[in-house]
């Protein structure tokens, strides 16, 4: 999922390798340390114990026992193969790489003489290769086998992983085609990882078969059982033609990353502007507070225009990963800062939200309100979205910085070191300093440069009221920059800073009225962190069902070292509702009669933190007072 569009004639910015982009203290570096001390190794025990090695084994014939389902365990063995990838990018670290190497000689013993290269159809159904790809999910754990390899080989410099994803890439390449078979692949995952594969070893027909899969869409071709109907599959109209974000969440959004990752090759007009409908389209009627997708448990999938639920949505982990994906092609694209914006927002809450703070446990869907009774596992069954977590953090650093001819463009605040190259090789280094998004300072420490002028661009967040920046003695109020980037270009020298600062004062969101589910009431915002209502931080008795927010009393954020981890508190005015006259009665004729309400003080902490408390009830969206 790290991109390299340094070399694509339609990336209007230019990725930064993540080898070039360190991760200093912050909020981030933590994040990253448990991703690396404790998540990776955990999940590689997880993929022993739940059989996804000994699966591989199977096909290499050595291995004993059954093959444990699904029939996609390969993709979660890749998925963190790609994780464990990125974090060696930056630091050398022998447990890994010996885990890598394990993994990568049990592959290159499973795949077979022609290439093919997948547990379940070698072991378990030998003779149904390629006749399942509706929901048989080979070409999707190809795809995650190509963006593992990619991950890798950038990582160590090594082809051996390398090599293996591009026998099977060639034989997949043998099998379909124009002239050659026809195939629409189910899951969506292969294209996005084709174009990357495409940019890796320069071969041109990877980039075509991603088109051609793309190209397949729509026209009733797809082959193999599937419970479900073509549009859960984004299989209901050709590609070019569809209007509306539809059918399984993460499908949809692996799908429109792929079109826009050959967009970035290609440039097909018809390709932008389907991908810019469609974002329209969920924006504006499909996306939850969260920066979550997928409003149905049916089919893990987008639901109608403002179906939008609080407590049965799906939201799930991977979804929030997929737009974050697509989002950011869409920002190396055309250089808006709104596809920065929905980053940050599935980054800080959707995404965040679905692993825990001690990076064992994990969330696949990702509700707004719990009444309570919710825990997380330390693992799945269906893996998928713990090892799709893992490869998120460990490349978020790709995430930060761009270049564009002679400029750099600070995209996500995350303390980091970068390391550029300008126009005509013009090298450059600049240091993030940082507390967000506890604080909304910035430092941007030019630690490099060649006394030649080039332009510094910062992203002014679509949320934020208040902004300035600093250089030198100048000071600007950069706050009608908001939803875009703030530009400075001057003959830059070492040692200069500057300094952004973005208000975070907290403040009350309102959804559109024509959403149902969560009509007449408000959330909390600070900065990029959506906030929730916890049980555990209520006073004692008070029931998240009853309470009531008073939108009339100011909020105020505080910095609690003491909780979950350490985190700014938003603390509001409401009331509790005398339930007393209710009872057990469900329904009764209206009364005029209003319930009794009694102050309450509420404290909301960041959506992202909940549920590792214990089962307590939770709520994002608060009714009015
Ligand atoms: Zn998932």
């Not at 006749?131 to 754990?141: F, Q, R």
């Not at 992983?161 to 692949?185: E, M, N, Q, T, Y």
């Not at 329209?280 to 639901?303: I, P, Q, V, W």
Request: hydrophobic residues 40%.
């Amino acid at each position: 999922m790290q991109l390299s569009t340094k070399n694509s004639a339609h990336s209007h910015l230019k990725t930064i390798p993540l080898k070039k982009i360190w991760v200093n203290d912050g909020f981030w570096s933590h994040r990253r340390t448990i991703n690396h001390q404790t998540s990776l190794r955990h999940a590689f025990r997880k993929l022993e114990d739940s059989g996804n090695f000994n699966n591989l084994k199977l096909a290499a014939g050595s291995g004993q026992g059954r093959y444990c389902e699904p029939f996609f365990m390969d993709s979660d063995i890749y998925k963190w193969l790609e994780a464990l990838s990125y974090e060696l990018s930056n630091q050398p670290d022998p447990e890994l790489e010996a885990m890598a190497d394990q993994a990568i000689d049990l592959l290159a013993a499973a795949q077979q003489e022609d290439g093919y290269l997948n547990s379940y159809f070698q072991v378990v159904e030998p003779d149904k290769k390629w006749t399942e790809l509706a929901m048989g999910h080979e070409l999707y754990c190809a795809g995650h086998l190509f963006e593992a390899a990619v991950a890798h080989h950038r990582a160590t410099g090594q082809t051996k992983l390398l090599d293996i994803a591009r026998r099977f890439a060639d034989h997949i390449d043998a099998a379909f085609g124009p002239g050659k078979g026809d195939a629409v692949p189910g899951h969506p995952e292969i294209e996005l990882a084709l174009v990357e594969l495409f940019r890796t070893t320069g071969e041109q027909r990877y980039l075509d078969l991603a088109g051609f899969f793309i190209d397949q869409r729509g026209h009733g071709k797809m082959i193999g059982r599937t419970p479900f109907e073509a549009g859960y599959h984004q299989d209901r109209v050709p590609v070019r033609e569809a209007e509306i974000v539809e059918g399984h969440a993460v499908r949809q959004l692996y799908l429109l990353a792929g079109i826009a990752d050959v967009y970035l090759e290609t440039g097909e007009p018809a390709l932008l502007e389907v991908s810019q409908r469609l974002w329209r389209d969920m924006t504006a009627h499909k996306m939850h507070l969260t920066g979550g997708f997928g409003a149905r448990h049916r089919g893990e999938a987008f639901g109608d225009a403002y179906e939008l639920p609080s407590d049965r949505c799906y939201c799930e982990t991977c979804a929030a990963i997929a737009s974050m994906m697509w989002n950011w092609r869409l920002l190396l694209i055309t250089g808006e800062a709104h596809y920065a914006d929905l980053l940050e927002r599935s980054l800080y809450n959707g995404f965040l939200s679905g692993i825990s703070l001690d990076g064992q446990r994990y969330f696949y869907v990702n509700p707004l309100l719990s009444r309570g009774g919710i825990e997380r596992p330390e693992w799945y069954g269906c893996a998928c979205c713990p090892p799709n977590v893992m490869r998120q953090i460990a490349m978020l650093a790709n995430y930060v910085a761009t270049t564009r001819g002679d400029g750099l463009q600070i995209h996500q605040y995350i303390a980091t070191t970068i390391e550029a190259e300008l126009n005509d090789e013009r090298p450059l280094k600049v240091r993030v300093e940082t507390n967000y998004p506890w604080q909304g300072q910035i430092r941007l420490i030019i630690e490099e440069t060649d006394g030649s002028p080039w332009e510094l661009a910062v992203r002014i967040p679509g949320w934020c009221q208040e902004a300035t920046v600093q250089a030198g003695d100048d000071v600007s109020d950069v706050s009608a920059s908001r939803g875009a980037y703030a530009k400075i270009n001057r003959a830059w020298q070492a040692g200069e800073t500057v300094q952004l600062n973005l208000g975070l004062q907290p403040r009350l969101v309102e959804p559109n009225p024509r959403i149902d589910a969560v009509r007449g009431s408000l959330a909390i915002e600070r900065g990029p962190l959506v906030y929730c209502l916890e049980e555990a931080d209520q006073p004692a008795g008070v029931n998240l069902l009853d309470v009531r927010l008073d939108p009339n009393t100011p909020l105020q954020a505080g910095w609690r070292e003491d909780l979950l981890g350490g985190v700014v508190v938003v603390e509001a005015q409401g009331t509790v509702v005398d339930m007393s006259s209710w009872q057990d009665t469900l329904y009764r004729s209206l009364t005029t009669e209003g319930l009794s309400q009694q102050s309450v003080n509420l404290t909301a902490v960041p959506y992202y933190a909940w549920a590792n408390r214990g089962p307590g009830s939770m709520r994002v969206w608060i009714p009015l007072r």
